[in-house]
């Protein structure tokens, strides 16, 4: 007989980022039905989901709604770092834990939050350590107006300032803003060697759009000499980019149906993966233990046997692959694949893990 | 000017904490190892292994004086004030003690981050007033041997505002400040009474 056990979802299935969250609820719950379909697992998942629909101030509420109403100790939600820190008080109040599955910008270390997808020293550092010497150093940075854009591309900045380089302009737009002109004015302008794109949902990808344009009618603006690196750009987002998204470069911890896929499940992308691996994880922590549905993070990690679980329990970041990638006839081709990483939250571990370890495989130059 | 914090260099660094074993110093413990500092906790008597912190964090509501090997202000090393009772005369003592940035007890789940870079911003910044204060000191008590320094080349057959000229020009000569010119020259001329050979000392 199975035990079983509630768990949260925390998507917005509508608004800018509808596209991510949708492909994390499904990793989530394809995990869900993995595990309870699984005769070696003593637990059966139970998803009680609720949606913010996009609204930053509905998520704390939600959130609240989840670990009151219900039994669920754990959420598997959340995709902008603003949401994620509108329900840290809530799961510190209640002693509830966050699976939060997407990219971020490092600096925090929440002992409710489980960071399951990458982190600075796991995406943006690799990525400029490897673009830098190919494209150059004269850099343009954009990003939507919230933490993540700001705090990537303050990294970003003291990199290319580091090695020499320049940003020659950075610009934000509000989440859910079109109003992409004076960015593509600029970039027109400053020409430069590449643009860091950390703007998120329809701004992101009319901005793609406007930036093909260009490439049209001036060459410089095309991938080869001018490419846009992201940090966040999955298989998720690209058929709402179309054309546009050809010659996009990303990095991250995963891509899809890649030519020497050393990962050789299939997901849609690295969101879906991350929170389809984030109830695998909660599941092989909670199985065999009864009771354990109730106890803190720091408790659940902290028991014998744990330690092959894949979460470092002083940071509660993850050790992942990091591959770059670059849109190809519409779909991720490897560019590199470097060593796996330990999450860094802070950059305090170690210089850019990127430049210690090097490449391991070079499939196209 | 924007002010550039240093973000980097944390990882390995030493933090001790005077605070009684309390569920705060645990949380504070947790913070401080996830960012990657290498934490030690201690109460009531540090020993000599306080002056190789890094950071001390120190408890507002029981600490004292005698903890610290330095005189009050003067710690060699960022100082965070772990405050529990905001009672005005516990708060005068951490500034006397010379609290870089505090954290509020109960200690939760954040806080420490910011502490440490903030405690270590005020700490380079009041560290570099009080090298330049001291500077700025050393060259107002020498005034008077620069007023000495002047009267005895000006009574060398110069005016004043050449004997001013002359002296900047010979501390520029010898690449020494101003003051340690003048007593240089007081050295020099001091004793002698005057005899004219200043160009022997270009």
Not at chain 1, 58 to 73: M, Q, V
Not at chain 2, 20 to 31: A, D, G
Not at chain 2, 149 to 157: I, Y
Not at chain 2, 168 to 174: G, T, Y
Request: with cysteine.
């Amino acid at each position: 007989m199975k035990r079983r056990v509630e768990i949260g979802l925390l998507f917005s299935r509508t608004g800018s980022y509808a596209l991510l969250s949708r492909a994390c609820r499904e990793g989530a719950l394809a995990a869900v039905d993995a595990v309870n379909t699984d005769p070696a697992i003593d637990i059966t998942l139970v998803p009680v989901e609720r949606d913010p629909g996009g609204n930053i101030d509905l998520y704390g509420p939600c959130c609240e709604e989840i670990l009151r109403d219900t039994s669920a100790r754990h959420v598997v939600g959340c995709i902008t770092s603003w949401s994620r820190k509108e329900v840290i008080p809530t799961l510190e109040k209640v002693g509830g834990t966050l699976w939060y599955p997407a990219p971020y910008e490092g600096f925090e270390s929440s002992d409710h939050i489980v960071y399951m997808h990458a982190c600075p020293n796991q995406h943006l550092l690799p990525l400029l350590d490897w673009a830098l010497p190919r494209y150059g150093k004269r850099a343009y940075l954009t990003g939507s107006n919230y933490i993540w854009g700001w705090e990537i591309n303050r990294l970003a900045r003291e990199t290319v300032t580091a090695a020499g380089g320049l940003v020659l302009g950075e610009r934000y737009l509000p989440i859910g803003s079109l109003d992409i002109g004076r960015m593509i004015d600029e970039i027109r302008a400053t020409r430069p060697d590449f643009i860091l794109n950390s703007l998120i949902g329809p701004s992101q990808y009319r901005f793609l759009a406007a930036l093909h344009e260009l490439g049209l009618s001036d060459p410089h603006f095309r991938p080869a000499t001018c490419p846009v690196l992201s940090c966040n750009l999955t298989e998720c987002e690209l058929s709402a980019i179309g054309v546009a998204a050809e010659g996009l470069i990303a990095a991250g911890p995963y891509f899809r149906n890649l030519a020497d896929n050393a990962d050789p499940r299939d997901f849609g992308s690295s969101f879906e993966a991350a929170a389809h691996d984030a109830v695998l994880e909660l599941a092989r922590l909670l199985k065999h233990r009864p009771g354990a549905d109730s106890i803190s993070l720091a408790k659940l990690l902290d028991a014998p046997g744990t330690s092959a679980c894949s979460i470092d329990p002083q940071t509660h970041h993850r050790t992942l692959p990091i591959l770059i990638a670059q849109v190809r006839n519409g779909a991720f081709a490897l560019c590199e694949r470097r060593a796996d990483v330990a999450g860094d939250p802070y950059l305090s571990r170690a210089v850019p893990a990127a430049r210690q370890s090097g490449p391991s495989l070079r499939v196209v130059s | 000017m924007k002010r550039r914090v240093r973000i980097q260099n944390l990882g390995g660094a030493r933090a001790l904490i005077l605070h009684r074993p309390h569920p705060s110093v645990q949380n504070l413990t947790r913070q401080l190892t996830a960012i990657g500092l290498v934490v030690d906790a201690i109460w009531p008597e540090p020993g000599p292994q306080i002056l190789a912190a890094d950071f001390v964090f120190f408890d507002v509501d029981m600490g004292y004086d005698a903890q610290f090997p330095w005189e009050p202000g003067t710690s060699p090393m960022p100082m965070v004030a772990l405050i529990g009772s905001e009672a005005p005369g516990r708060i005068e003592w951490a500034l006397g003690i010379g609290a870089h940035a505090q954290i509020l007890k109960p200690v939760g789940d954040s806080g420490v981050y910011s502490a440490l870079l903030i405690a270590r911003d005020a700490f380079d910044a009041r560290r570099e007033l009080s090298g330049r204060i001291a500077d700025l000191q050393a060259r107002l008590d020498d005034r008077q041997s620069v007023v000495q320094a002047v009267a005895l080349l000006a009574s060398r057959g110069m005016s004043e505002r050449d004997a001013y000229g002359e002296l900047r020009q010979l501390a520029m000569n010898w690449r020494i400040t101003f003051e340690a010119a003048a007593h240089r020259v007081i050295a020099r001329f001091g004793d002698e009474g005057g005899a004219d050979d200043r160009r022997s000392h270009r």
